[in-house]
């Protein structure tokens, strides 16, 4: 299998990948997670980028659901 992460869109796309990936796809996948994360914390008090922060949380959520669901 391929070390790459695919763009995920739904949670049925996170729990599918998350059903088949390696450990090494999986250390990617928290660390993108945190990159989320992070850059989520830095927007979120900007009115003007309200929207940009949904979208970093619904990344970071679809993460973590792939990596649970493993």
């Not at 391929?2 to 949670?11: D, G």
């Not at 998350?18 to 989520?40: D, I, N, T």
């Not at 990344?59 to 493993?70: G, N």
Request: charge should be positive; include cysteine; glycine fraction near 2%.
């Amino acid at each position: 299998m391929e070390n790459r992460i695919p763009t995920l869109k739904s949670t049925n796309d996170a729990h599918a990948f998350g059903k088949v990936a390696s450990p090494e796809q999986l250390k990617k996948l928290q660390l993108l997670r945190e990159v989320y994360l992070r850059a989520f914390d830095r927007i979120i008090e900007r009115p003007t980028c309200w929207d940009a922060a949904a979208i970093l949380a619904t990344k970071a959520q679809l993460c973590r659901e792939a990596i649970e669901v493993s």
